[in-house]
């Protein structure tokens, strides 16, 4: 079943000096394991990508720094980064205000990886500064992170889809993937298990594979992140 999500509303657990984070996915996860992680300011996470997983980081408020050793990278509001498997980081509070971050691992850790995965050590892409493509039939825009034109994978799809005042996505399911989207902007209507849900910032809905879901514009200028794993999925509308 769908399941609506509200990060206020989260049970946040300190995990070290500086570092709370509260699952998003949790057990209903079969695809993806997502997560929220909250920073204070010079707090610093160290951390290992999985074998077989990609990991992803989404700033969703404050600042922050992802480094390899080769370099720093600065992930302002609204940047995404895409971390190759094995990629030892370390992902760092740069600003003076808490950062929130949503962090995604394709396929979960100790599932078989199945699909090739990100080769590019890392990748940073910050939402204002990479193109915007649009999608005429649709009436939508969409900014890619993790597709065969940004990050490339088969584990996991990740974009930023703009919807006009009059978009509508009509009902539909992916048999073969699980889906998770994180509203940015304005107000968006959701159905989800059949009921209407209208979802804002601060809030995110997960879709199991095989769940049927539609969404429509309701009010404000509507922007979310919308992440699909595994990358090669299918949808079936109706």
């Known amino acids: 079943m769908g399941k609506v999500v509200t990060f206020a509303s989260l049970q946040y657990q300190p995990t070290a000096t500086g570092i709370n984070t509260a699952a998003v996915t949790g057990s209903d996860g079969k695809e993806m394991q997502a997560e929220l992680v909250r920073l204070a300011s010079g707090a610093k996470l160290a951390a290992t990508v999985p074998p077989g997983c990609d990991r992803y980081f989404f700033t969703l408020t ?33 600003g003076k205000a808490e950062a929130e971050l949503l962090s995604v691992i394709v396929p979960p850790p100790g599932k078989s990886g199945a699909h090739p995965g990100f080769k590019g050590g890392i990748r940073v892409a910050e939402r204002r500064k990479q193109p915007v493509v649009d999608i005429p039939d649709q ?28 978009t509508v996505t009509g009902m539909h399911m992916h048999p073969n993937a699980e889906c998770i989207f994180v509203v940015l902007t304005g107000k968006v209507r959701f159905t989800v298990n059949g009921k209407d849900e209208v979802l804002e910032r601060g809030q995110a809905v997960h879709f199991p594979a095989g769940d049927r879901h539609g969404l429509r514009r309701e009010a404000g200028d509507v922007s979310f992140l919308e992440l699909h794993v595994p990358g090669t999925f299918t949808s079936v509308r109706g």
């Open 139 to 166: 009436k939508k825009h969409r900014i890619h992170f993790v597709d065969k034109s940004a990050a490339v994978s088969e584990r996991g799809h990740a974009m930023i889809v703009e919807y006009v005042p009059e």
């Open 62 to 94: 404050g600042e922050a720094t992802v480094s390899n050793g080769g370099g720093a990278h600065h992930m302002p509001k609204e940047t995404f980064a895409t971390l190759q498997e094995g990629t030892n980081f370390t992902l760092g509070n740069s």
